[in-house]
């Protein structure tokens, strides 16, 4: 299983969507919203470091994304999935290496904006703090492979994609990824606390300094509510049968 993980990943960090859609596209709302246009999100002297933890989940979310759900469902579209039960490999190990690939794959798109966070707007934390930061988003970004699994078991071929998408863009926002919630209509915001993608984004906020008032336990809850709900469509789904459906 790691040997398939190792292959399955080099090929991720060859792709070039990826590297589009998860880094290039993570940096880019990055470095346009601190540095370009500054004064159009928040005032706020904190923006600057809460925006790079925001934008950090988004890279997060849409590399598991792409790693466990697009390219699960194409292989299973191309018939790859099938060729693979074939082999030695079994599917649950298949499932595995693909979970494995996908975690890794959250955290190059952190670690470019963490970078650009540092050195292009100056953000200093404790060492501590980034670390603390780091490992908070990379450990929670288990539950967005989760979500890739299940969609990637669920779609197949070019549905896998489409449907990612239509599950990235909604969260992302409505999660206050790419925008403040504070203009949003009062129950798209509280519908907001209820999404993994806030309750990722505020988590990985309540590491950094000054920052008391953020509560951990809600947020925890519902990364942990969503991890076991799409988990039990990944066990239900994880049947030979379903990897060898074209």
Known sequence: MLRYAKLDTLCLIRSGYFLTFSVLFSA????MFTVVASDAISDSPDFARDYMLSMSVSGAFFGALNAAGIRLGAERGE???RQILLTPLSGRAYLGAKALTAWLATLPATLVVFALGALVND????ATDWLA????IWAASAVFVVAGLAVGLVAVGEAAQ???LGVFFPLALLGGLWFPLDDFPTTLRQAADYLPTRSLDQLATLVTPGDTDTPWLRPLLVLVCWGVALGGVVLARSRAAVLARV
Do not use: E, R
């Open 28 to 31: 880019g709302f990055y470095l």
């Open 79 to 81: 018939g790859w999935a």
């Open 123 to 126: 953000v200093s934390m404790p």
């Open 133 to 136: 930061a780091l490992a908070v």
């Open 162 to 164: 489409f449907t990612c």
